[in-house]
């Protein structure tokens, strides 16, 4: 098998335990997800199965759309309902104030990543670190705010927005820091991916739909990377199996084809085909 899957992850499930299950469905070793998504989040997450999962530096880094409930007058040690309550306020910003405060977001900002995340620290994860008691400083981390919208307010002290923002961005540290700029206190209690690049929550598979789906619903590799073409004159062809030396003038990044077969990501590196990413099906 060789593909990738738009599979929508359930909360209270890990992106490892996602992987696993994907693996033990399909009956595939090498399976991959394409961006973490925290344990309390559902929705879109990306798995490659076999060679595409070679693929995680082209479809991690896109842009990702995200629907979140934040709750006011309180925060947690993980940012997010799964902590513990750490500190309480009774003051509760209106929604015009909250609304002004994501607005003042959009754009690129420095955001410090939740002491609860997967960011290494001296070699090890930061959630690890903190789970131990050990002091750990994190860097703040260069990202883009897209977009916000207020979709609704739930409650008086609950406000559900839409986030289309870089890879990397943590909404919980968004939710922190509105809190803060309101002069209140606020905490994720809802998270869902609704689009990571191409992928859209509308078009995902749930695990129990994989489980009878399995192999239809791998999606092709070349129908979601966004990259220009590029045909080997087919007289070539014994040369790409071989893996001989091709000159070429590619360019950047392209997919590459030779008699319409799928060779997979190259360039030309000092004029000679140099195939990157190789996910030709042998």
């Keep these: 098998m060789n593909g990738l899957i738009n599979l929508y992850k359930p909360t209270g499930m890990s992106s490892a335990r996602a992987v696993s299950r994907v693996k033990k469905i399909l009956g595939e070793k090498t399976v991959g997800h394409m961006g973490t998504l925290d344990p309390m989040a559902e929705g879109v997450l990306i798995i490659g199965v076999g060679k595409s999962a070679r693929l995680f530096d082209y479809i991690s880094g896109r842009k990702k759309t995200y629907i979140a409930k934040f709750k006011f007058g309180y925060t947690t040690d993980t940012l997010d309902a799964l902590g513990e309550v750490v500190d309480t306020t009774s003051d509760i910003p209106s929604v015009d104030a909250a609304l002004h405060a994501m607005q003042s977001l959009v754009g690129e900002i420095e955001q410090l990543p939740p ?41 008086m002290d609950e406000m559900v927005f839409s986030v289309t923002c870089s890879a990397g961005t943590y909404i919980r540290s968004i939710c922190r820091d509105v809190g803060k700029m309101c002069g209140s206190l606020a905490t994720l209690t809802y998270l869902q991916r609704t689009k990571s690049g191409c992928f859209d929550v509308k078009d995902s598979v749930r695990i129990e739909e994989l489980e009878t789906l399995k192999d239809k619903a791998i999606i092709t590799p070349e129908s979601v990377l966004d990259l220009p073409t590029y045909h080997v004159d087919e007289s070539l062809y014994d040369d790409m199996i071989h893996g001989r030396k091709i000159a070429c003038n590619v360019g950047g990044d392209s997919l590459i084809y030779c008699k319409g077969e799928f060779f997979g990501v190259g360039r030309d590196i000092d004029g000679v085909l140099k195939i990157k990413t190789y996910l030709r099906d042998n």
């Design 115 to 155: 002491l609860y995340s997967a960011k290494h620290v001296d070699g090890k994860r930061a959630y690890a670190l903190a789970r131990d008691g050990k002091e750990v400083e994190l860097k703040p981390v260069r990202v883009t705010i897209h977009d916000v919208e207020l979709i609704c307010q739930p409650k």
